[in-house]
């Protein structure tokens, strides 16, 4: 038999594995499953597998191992595992492999789970990730040549996993989103890590290691252009401007890794840089010559941040321009600078049509660029700055607004100055406050940089404040509460024998599971979970949750209805009918239309026994009942509190009180031959089930004479049709005053004249209910209009049953549903109005 390769055997291994988390149930192969997967990641001397089984399953079977897991998260053996395995076997699979594929699976599985436990442990094992500096792992593995081979789709994904990884968790989180994940947090993360992957480089290329920034610059790019340059570089800036300063490695680091930036995100990247770094030193250890080599880069550091936009600071100036004028190969874009600046200045159109601030700007960028100027620079441009100088003055003179004629007085002092024309210097009298000032300070040039920090070996990395070791904590209460008195250990012993036992009859055993907090995780307990704590700690919770949050119900009401109708009761759990009825009820009364088309779809369906078309019958009258509860605006308790507890004052001083004593004397002091209604009657209030009565009633009546292989309801199956009529009455009587009670009250009364003469007295009641329901909850002027022909027909029905059914329950139906009938009848006989339509 030929042995097999390396790769089969691994793609075998896992599979077994898998098998074995999937059916086995017991804890001990589960654990031993979980450590063979983890084997795989281990990198130390005792592993058991090669380097090239490793390897292969890094490859080819790391990502799908992490993707069981997640599919996974709800299964039984996983909530068996203890606080400690769990870290360790199931979330130490996600922090010891290659970390962008851990990280993909992550964002994955957080995007694909719904607000859950689930998804809260996800997000915990998304928190240690990024605190336990696996960024710089995964950036850094892309900084070796040997970097995971992966397609540039690929490589975009995992770059938009990382830069928008605040913006994805807060889309799914909401309000419940971690401190870690926001912007000002997260971003500094980033900044400090791709720090880290960036020292590493500069150790590999010491030790003589090839290695590619390109990755690295791209974050950096993505993240700048998303609008964080600011949170970003305000990291990193200082400590590359501090680690160039004396080494060379960090300054050819820093110049390769913006040449990689793409020229499409260059410009956030220089415009972020230059506001972040202390000075043009800094400034130039950093980019080096990248305006030299990079047209988009000399685009924006000699034209558009001096020219288009004036939003900056005076420092950025100095930093561009200083920059500019440092290096002998960059001097040259200085003199471009200064002509262009000059000409923009001068221009007499741009001062009649720019805004007031952006003249100040360039007005500064001009007396900068000339105070950069050497003296034999300043002999060669001359004539220029003569020609710039006058043209300019005259047009900022010539203006009506008198800040912009003050700014060509400033700066014609100033440059009249610097030239010194034959020893002449022009002299205005203008007022004198900060911008001048600031103005004429821009020409005594900037001798060096300040002090900047020393760099940092490692960055600190954001962990978890919260978390106090017992030890600390006995320290700071001993600490607060000052030193203790010492004590004889011999007194300690005799005081022990003092002590009362504690009475522990009355403990009872804490379960391990906890009850879920979402209405998804009990979904998916009551689903796939064949524990049975879990399974009835979901079933108890369930009512509470439906009611709690009514939007997350919607989502899976008619799912959670359909797992609730066909669950048995496998576990004998306590008040198992009770509690799966009572969330049925809740489900019906929260997501009234489609759980209520659902359950009438399924009272007729193949396939369901006869208890529970019972139960669906059950639910929709429970859930009718709840519905047709008048709406009341809930009233402040604290208002009837307040008014009980005011102290009682005196009867005279109550101009009610009085009227009341003069009401009953006449009262009883009045003689009446006949007394009416002595109160009013009760005024009808809106309530929920009005509107949706249809949805309830007329489904039911659809396929009642459609005989199925396992249901015959005008057959042998007497017992449903006896409660389905009862049902359908209860549907009438809720539906008093609705709009849509006389339609429901003629469907109905043709329903049940088939089944009058029924051999089972249980439907015959049911029958006599439904008319009853009917003539209550009819208005009495429908009756007439509506059933006019059905009328006495009905009524001499009911006489016939009320002497000569055999039920006594029956008869006394019928006596009822007859006074009814009468009554209403003459009242609409009284009517002048249904004697004109009748007439």
Not at 218 to 223: D, F, I, P, R
Not at 377 to 391: F, V
Not at 399 to 411: E, K, Q
Not at 608 to 636: F, G, H, M, N
């Amino acid at each position: 038999m030929e042995s097999l390769t390396p790769y089969t055997e691994v793609r075998l291994m896992v599979a077994q594995c898998f098998r074995t988390l999937t059916t086995s149930t017991d804890d001990k192969d589960i654990i031993a499953a979980l450590q063979t997967l983890h084997s795989y990641l281990d990198e130390g001397p005792e592993s058991t597998p090669t380097s090239v089984q490793r390897a292969e399953f890094r490859r080819a079977h790391y990502t799908r191992t992490l993707q069981f897991l997640v599919s996974n998260i709800q299964a039984d053996w996983l909530h068996k595992l203890t606080a400690a395995q769990r870290t360790e076997l199931w979330g130490g699979l996600f922090l010891h492999g290659p970390p962008e594929q851990a990280l993909l699976v992550l964002m994955e599985g957080i995007g694909a789970l719904r607000p859950s436990t689930n998804l809260v442990y996800l997000v915990s094992i998304t928190e240690k990730f990024l605190q336990s500096g696996r960024l710089a792992d995964l950036l850094w593995s892309y900084c070796l040549e040997a970097a995971p081979s992966d397609s540039p789709q690929l490589r975009e994904t995992l770059l938009g996993r990382i830069v928008a990884l605040p913006d994805l968790t807060a889309n799914r989180l909401h309000p419940n989103n971690k401190p870690l994940f926001l912007p000002q947090q997260y971003y500094p993360l980033l900044a400090t890590e791709m720090l880290t992957a960036l020292e590493r480089t500069c150790k590999a290329l010491k030790d003589g290691t090839d290695c590619s920034l390109t990755f690295v610059a791209q974050t950096l790019g993505k993240v700048c252009i998303q609008g964080h340059s600011d949170v970003v570089l305000a990291v990193m800036a200082p400590q590359l401007s501090a680690s160039t300063r004396s080494d060379m490695v960090w300054q050819r680091v820093c110049w390769k890794l913006l040449e990689n930036v793409p020229q499409r995100w260059i410009e956030s990247v220089l415009t972020g840089l230059v506001q972040a770094v202390r000075g043009p030193e800094a400034l130039g250890r950093i980019i080096g010559n990248l305006v030299l080599t990079n047209k988009k880069a000399q685009f924006v550091i000699t034209h558009k941040l001096l020219l288009l936009q004036y939003k900056y600071k005076t420092q950025v100036l100095r930093i561009v321009l200083g920059y500019l004028a440092a290096d002998r190969e960059r001097r040259p874009l200085l003199i471009q600078v200064l002509r262009s600046v000059s000409q923009a200045w001068a221009n007499p159109s741009a001062v009649k049509h720019t805004p007031l601030e952006q003249q100040v700007y360039v007005s500064k960028a001009l007396l900068l660029s000339v105070s950069l100027l050497r003296d034999s620079e300043l002999q060669e441009l001359r004539s220029e700055l003569l020609q710039c100088m006058l043209g300019g003055m005259q047009s900022h003179l010539d203006s009506s607004v008198v800040h912009i004629r003050r700014l060509g007085m400033v700066v014609g002092e100033c440059l009249s100055s610097r030239m010194d024309i034959n020893g002449t210097k022009l002299k205005f009298e203008y007022d004198q406050d900060e911008e001048t000032q600031e103005l004429l300070s821009l020409m005594t040039p900037v001798t060096s940089d300040e002090p900047e920090p020393e760099p940092v070996e490692g960055v600190d990395r954001p962990q978890e404040t919260n978390e106090v070791t017992p030890s600390t904590q006995n320290v700071t209460s001993q600490n607060k509460s000052g030193p203790q008195p010492k004590t004889d250990p011999e007194s300690d012993l005799d005081s022990d024998d003092e002590l009362t036992p504690y009475d522990m009859s009355g403990d009872q055993e804490i379960s391990q599971a906890s009850p879920p907090r979402y209405l998804r995780d009990c979904l998916e307990n009551l689903i796939s979970s064949e524990d049975p704590m879990r399974v009835e700690l979901s079933l108890r919770v369930a009512e509470g949750l439906v009611r709690k949050n009514v939007f997350a119900t919607r989502e899976i009401s008619v799912q959670l209805t359909k797992v609730l109708l066909h669950m048995e009761d496998k576990y004998s759990i306590n008040g198992f009918l009770s509690l799966r009825q009572a969330t049925m009820v809740a489900l019906t009364a929260t997501d009234c239309i489609p759980v209520t088309q659902y359950l009438t779809a399924e009272f007729y369906s193949l396939n369901y026994s006869l208890r529970q078309r019972l139960d669906i019958l059950e639910v929709l009258a429970l859930a009718a009942q709840e519905l047709s509860k008048p709406i009341t605006e809930k009233r402040d308790p604290s208002t009837g509190t307040a008014a009980s507890t005011d102290l009682t004052a005196y009867p005279g001083d109550n101009p009610v009180h009085w009227r009341q004593v003069v009401e009953k004397r006449i009262q009883s002091k009045t003689k009446r031959l006949s007394k009416g209604l002595t109160q009013p009657p009760a005024t009808a209030t809106p309530n929920r089930y009005a509107p949706v009565a249809g949805h309830f009633f007329f489904p039911l009546l659809r396929n009642y004479d459609k005989p199925e292989v396992t249901f015959d309801l005008l057959g042998s199956d007497h017992l449903v049709l006896g409660r389905l009529i009862h049902t359908l009455g209860l549907f009438m009587h809720l539906a008093v005053n609705a709009p849509i009670a006389a339609q429901m009250g003629r469907a109905l009364l043709d329903f049940v004249w088939a089944v009058r003469y029924h051999v089972d007295q249980m439907v015959r009641r049911g029958v006599l209910f439904a008319v009853c329901s009917v003539f209550l909850s009819m208005p009495s002027q429908n009756l007439l209009l509506d059933l006019s022909d059905q009328l006495f027909e009905t009524r001499t029905w009911l006489a016939d049953v009320a002497e000569g059914d055999p039920d006594s329950d029956c008869r006394s139906l019928a006596v009822q549903s007859l006074v009814l009938l009468d009554k209403s009848l003459k009242k609409q006989l009284q009517d002048p109005q249904t004697l004109s339509l009748e007439s």
